[in-house]
């Protein structure tokens, strides 16, 4: 059980061109969400948290216009990208969990990758 | 503000060992859980073991326990009969009741043939 996916795995385009990243629950309703960003051999960094009908709440140093955040479902977030350029080529990833205090269960990444 | 350490930024060992992976923590609130995740080279992030604050039992998970001395904010993780697969990125990660959580900086663990 607690399954998370995360669609796509892998984007590569070019600079200026916004990019969607899904983020869903399979198996059970993610009261709250979250989006990571990981440098190469870096930790995970924490860009917001997002609950489910109400607005995201970022993270001191990222722009809430150019990563915009989406959690319209219990099941369904999304990350946007917007007029993507170089330096914003990274990992990103998200995770889901039902209830404070419970573990929370990761997607499997998407690679972003800016020309 | 809650924060997490790992001072061992790599660590090595031979298959079949036994290997502790360290970790402090700084936190003002009572009630809070601790985890380690680890990532393969996969970059999945996969959760390896959990503990809740106010229980005194070591948390144990298989070949995978922890040490957990609140006293000391500590959090350290043992893996015994180290394997081929257990080659990853180890984090430990504080959670401050419904509060975010804060990952230490990792340590990459090889387990050598």
């Known amino acids: 059980g607690a399954v998370v996916s995360q669609h796509p795995s892998r984007v590569i385009c070019k600079s200026g061109t916004s990019v969607k990243i899904e983020c869903r629950s399979l198996d059970f309703q993610a009261t709250t969400m979250f989006w990571y960003r990981q440098f190469p051999k870096q930790s995970l960094m924490l860009m917001a948290t997002s609950n489910e009908g109400s607005k995201a709440t970022y993270e001191q140093g990222v722009e809430k216009d150019k990563f915009l955040i989406n959690h319209a479902s219990l099941t369904l977030s999304t990350l946007t990208v917007t007029s993507a350029h170089p330096e914003d080529s990274s990992f990103y990833i998200c995770?889901?969990?039902?209830?404070?205090?419970?573990?929370?269960?990761f997607g499997d990444g998407t690679r972003l990758s800016i020309l | 503000a809650q924060t997490v350490t790992q001072s061992q930024p790599e660590m090595s060992v031979q298959e079949a060992e036994t290997v502790t992976l360290s970790c402090t923590y700084d936190t003002s609130e009572s009630n809070y859980y601790l985890f380690w995740y680890k990532q393969p080279p996969s970059r999945q992030m996969i959760l390896v073991i959990r503990?809740?604050?106010?229980?005194?039992q070591n948390a144990t998970e298989n070949r995978f326990s922890v040490n957990f001395q609140k006293a000391a904010k500590s959090f350290s993780l043992k893996i015994s009969d180290s394997q081929l697969g257990d080659t990853a990125m180890y984090f430990c990660?504080?959670?401050?009741?419904?509060?975010?959580?804060?990952f230490g900086q990792g340590t990459r663990l090889t387990i050598n043939p």
């Open positions: 503990q809740e604050a106010y229980k005194q």
């Open positions: 990660a504080a959670a401050q009741g419904a509060q975010k959580l804060v």
């Open positions: 995770s889901a969990r039902d209830n404070p205090g419970q573990p929370q269960h």
